[in-house]
């Protein structure tokens, strides 16, 4: 390994990654988290916050140019990733984002000892994540919301040790798989690394892969007969491709055993990730890219076998095939053009973000049309989970696992082009730009949101509060879905079991765009008479913000509700605190 030759070459890009760091963590103590912004974390955030980002992101690309040098380039991806998802842990004390507390709720309930119960229960059909975590915070001691709140940070760290490995098998330039890595992380604004099903099953999928790059893949080779047209279009996809060790028929065997245990426990961990991982196995089969062939039949088989008897729950409560429109399953689930300004921001630079990142990897398969070989199976899997949109939209979400799933491999193919061009004391200042660019993009997406996503202490200890001392068999009625709720091994409790979302005042109650004043309060007491005996109606901080932040309610609307049931007839005052408030209605006849 060349050595730099001057102390500047030598130690600049090390100095220089230490400095952005230092500066990252300095400009955290100079946040104000009493004042929220409509852009989230970067509306928040002073001058250093986005010159320690610079730093890194040149320290690494100056490492990338001069030294090569492994533990330099991996200190440039831990600050990346630091910057990314250790920000808001620090700052704010409690997880981020209404739906990790549904999980956390799901741990405890392993946690207190209980098994499998409830088929209504989607999170107990498929419950491997949970048992898991249960597992893990009865061996160490440490909270569920502990853990919780720094799973960002450990899932973004794990993903890089198989996307380091499964580049390094396609690449014998180790920069190439740095800088994989770095892109990856750069262009992951999908929030998908808080502690969720969908998390742990992406980790999984990533060593399934892992597994048959290094051990089922099989060196593409040219059809000898059929149609010409067909023959040369295999020969030119065939271009240049490198030759595949051969491993023995023992040695396949077990990464064969090894590939379908990794996709069982995949299966019953998520509903939709072993159906993205099969697709782009099912692409590389065809195009002769994995062998045996039938390995994939096997994953099929495991993945249709564990469905089989839960077809009809999936299909009833949120449909198999629930749309065969791809377009429309790939319209997300809010637009660019609704709530408030922040929001459209927050919207618009996440869309033009994932479009950069499929385009740049288009124009890199393009790039290597010479030797097409190389990156035909990259370039599979990088577009394979498209397939999934031709008849799921998964409520809005799947074209975020779409990206999810095809970042790695996009972030390969543009990582090898970049790195293959002549001109590179050209096109590395651009990387650094780009990295800096993206990098602030997947911020503006993660934690564009931090208005409503994150919450006080003492609206989570309501929420808490409400559990342990609240009725049981009542139903908990929420003013908008942005709740910490079901964050207790007994959420099932209380109201519809957890395959859904606690009832709200704008969904389910149809009150979206009203101002909840006196002169609409009969109807949230008409809605209120359909939630069973003595419901519950938790309002608080988080749910405003939220309700303003995507405009589904005129501002100050919860909060006139709020003022209006302090001292309407059927209502009672049953808890209160800084930040949210919990009332009970008894009826109006009473």
């Given at each position: 390994?060349?050595?730099?030759?001057?102390?500047?070459?030598?130690?600049g890009?090390?100095?220089?990654?230490?400095a952005?760091?230092v500066?990252?963590?300095?400009?955290?103590?100079?946040?104000?988290?009493?004042?929220?912004?409509?852009?989230?974390?970067?509306?928040m955030?002073?001058?250093?916050?986005?010159?320690?980002?610079?730093?890194?992101?040149?320290g690494?690309?100056?490492?990338?140019?001069?030294?090569?040098?492994?533990?330099?380039l991996?200190?440039?991806?831990l600050?990346?990733?630091?910057?990314?998802?250790?920000?808001?842990p620090?700052?704010?004390?409690?997880?981020?984002?209404?739906?990790?507390?549904?999980?956390?709720?799901?741990v405890?309930?392993?946690?207190q000892?209980?098994g499998v119960?409830?088929?209504?229960?989607?999170?107990?059909?498929?419950?491997?994540?949970?048992?898991?975590?249960a597992?893990?915070?009865d061996?160490?001691?440490?909270?569920?919301?502990?853990?919780?709140?720094?799973a960002?940070?450990?899932?973004?760290?794990l993903?890089c040790?198989?996307i380091?490995a499964?580049?390094?098998?396609?690449?014998?330039?180790?920069?190439?798989a740095?800088?994989?890595v770095?892109?990856?992380?750069?262009?992951?604004?999908?929030?998908?690394?808080?502690?969720?099903?969908?998390?742990f099953?992406?980790?999984?999928?990533l060593?399934?892969?892992?597994?048959?790059v290094?051990?089922?893949?099989?060196t593409?080779?040219r059809w000898?007969?059929?149609?010409?047209?067909?023959?040369?279009?295999?020969?030119?996809?065939?271009?240049?491709?490198e030759?595949v060790?051969?491993?023995?028929?023992?040695?396949r065997?077990?990464a064969?055993?090894?590939?379908?245990?990794?996709?069982?426990?995949?299966t019953?961990?998520?509903?939709?990730?072993p159906?993205?991982?099969?697709?782009?196995l099912?692409?590389?089969?065809?195009?002769g890219?994995?062998?045996?062939?039938w390995?994939?039949?096997?994953?099929?088989?495991?993945?249709?076998?564990?469905?089989?008897?839960?077809?009809e729950?999936?299909?009833?409560?949120?449909g198999?095939?629930?749309?065969?429109?791809?377009?429309d399953n790939?319209?997300?689930?809010?637009?660019?053009?609704?709530?408030?300004?922040?929001?459209?921001?927050?919207?618009?630079?996440s869309?033009?973000?994932?479009?950069?990142?499929w385009?740049?990897?288009?124009?890199?398969?393009?790039?290597?049309w010479?030797?097409?070989?190389?990156?035909?199976?990259?370039?599979?899997?990088?577009?394979?989970?498209?397939?999934?949109?031709?008849?799921?939209s998964?409520?809005?979400e799947?074209?975020?696992?779409?990206?999810?799933?095809?970042?790695?491999?996009?972030?390969?193919l543009?990582?090898?082009?970049?790195?293959?061009i002549?001109?590179?004391r050209?096109?590395?200042?651009?990387?650094a730009?780009?990295?800096?660019a993206?990098?602030?993009?997947?911020?503006?997406?993660?934690?564009?949101?931090?208005?409503?996503?994150?919450?006080p202490?003492n609206?989570?200890?309501t929420?808490?509060?409400?559990?342990?001392?609240?009725?049981?068999?009542?139903?908990?009625?929420?003013?908008?879905q942005?709740?910490?709720?079901r964050?207790d091994?007994?959420?099932?409790?209380?109201g519809?079991p957890?395959?859904?979302?606690?009832?709200?005042?704008?969904?389910?109650?149809?009150?979206?765009?009203r101002?909840?004043?006196?002169?609409?309060?009969?109807?949230?007491?008409?809605?209120?008479?359909?939630?069973?005996?003595?419901?519950?109606?938790?309002?608080?901080?988080?749910?405003?913000?939220?309700?303003?932040?995507?405009?589904?309610?005129?501002?100050?609307s919860?909060?006139?509700?709020?003022?209006?049931?302090?001292?309407?007839?059927?209502?009672?005052?049953?808890?209160?605190t800084?930040?949210?408030?919990?009332?009970?209605y008894?009826?109006t006849?009473?």
């Amino acid at each position: 390994m060349p050595r730099p030759s001057s102390p500047v070459r030598r130690w600049g890009a090390p100095l220089v990654v230490l400095a952005g760091l230092v500066a990252w963590a300095v400009s955290l103590t100079q946040v104000d988290t009493s004042v929220r912004s409509d852009y989230g974390l970067l509306g928040m955030v002073g001058p250093l916050f986005f010159v320690g980002l610079a730093l890194i992101c040149a320290g690494f690309v100056l490492e990338l140019a001069a030294g090569r040098r492994p533990l330099v380039l991996a200190a440039g991806v831990l600050g990346l990733v630091l910057v990314l998802d250790a920000s808001v842990p620090l700052l704010f004390p409690m997880p981020e984002y209404a739906w990790t507390y549904k999980h956390i709720g799901v741990v405890e309930y392993f946690v207190q000892g209980h098994g499998v119960t409830d088929p209504r229960d989607i999170y107990q059909q498929w419950p491997a994540l949970f048992t898991a975590v249960a597992a893990l915070a009865d061996l160490t001691g440490i909270s569920t919301l502990a853990l919780a709140t720094w799973a960002p940070v450990f899932f973004s760290l794990l993903a890089c040790l198989p996307i380091y490995a499964i580049a390094r098998h396609w690449s014998t330039d180790r920069r190439v798989a740095y800088l994989t890595v770095f892109l990856f992380h750069a262009g992951l604004w999908v929030g998908t690394s808080y502690l969720s099903p969908q998390a742990f099953a992406f980790q999984l999928s990533l060593g399934a892969l892992l597994v048959v790059v290094a051990w089922l893949r099989r060196t593409p080779t040219r059809w000898q007969r059929g149609p010409a047209l067909l023959r040369r279009l295999k020969a030119w996809s065939t271009r240049g491709a490198e030759e595949v060790p051969q491993t023995s028929s023992r040695t396949r065997a077990t990464a064969l055993a090894g590939l379908y245990l990794v996709v069982f426990a995949i299966t019953i961990s998520h509903q939709l990730s072993p159906f993205i991982l099969v697709a782009g196995l099912f692409l590389a089969t065809v195009l002769g890219l994995v062998r045996p062939r039938w390995a994939v039949l096997g994953c099929i088989a495991i993945v249709a076998g564990y469905l089989a008897p839960r077809l009809e729950f999936i299909n009833s409560a949120y449909g198999l095939l629930d749309s065969l429109k791809f377009w429309d399953n790939a319209g997300g689930v809010v637009t660019a053009t609704q709530g408030t300004a922040g929001q459209v921001f927050t919207s618009q630079v996440s869309s033009l973000l994932a479009l950069a990142v499929w385009l740049l990897g288009a124009v890199a398969v393009v790039a290597s049309w010479r030797r097409m070989g190389r990156v035909l199976l990259p370039a599979a899997l990088a577009f394979a989970p498209f397939l999934i949109l031709v008849g799921q939209s998964y409520g809005g979400e799947a074209i975020y696992r779409v990206y999810l799933f095809s970042l790695p491999f996009t972030a390969f193919l543009i990582a090898q082009a970049v790195l293959r061009i002549r001109w590179q004391r050209v096109v590395l200042p651009a990387l650094a730009v780009f990295l800096v660019a993206a990098s602030l993009a997947s911020i503006q997406g993660l934690h564009g949101t931090l208005a409503w996503t994150t919450f006080p202490r003492n609206e989570v200890q309501t929420a808490q509060w409400l559990y342990d001392h609240g009725e049981k068999g009542r139903m908990i009625v929420v003013g908008a879905q942005n709740a910490p709720g079901r964050l207790d091994g007994d959420y099932n409790s209380f109201g519809v079991p957890s395959s859904g979302g606690d009832p709200d005042l704008i969904g389910y109650a149809g009150l979206g765009g009203r101002m909840l004043d006196e002169a609409n309060l009969a109807a949230v007491d008409d809605f209120m008479a359909t939630q069973g005996e003595r419901p519950y109606l938790m309002i608080s901080t988080g749910m405003i913000q939220y309700a303003e932040y995507y405009g589904m309610l005129p501002n100050g609307s919860l909060q006139a509700l709020e003022r209006t049931l302090t001292d309407a007839p059927g209502w009672t005052t049953v808890h209160r605190t800084a930040d949210a408030v919990v009332f009970q209605y008894v009826g109006t006849g009473q």
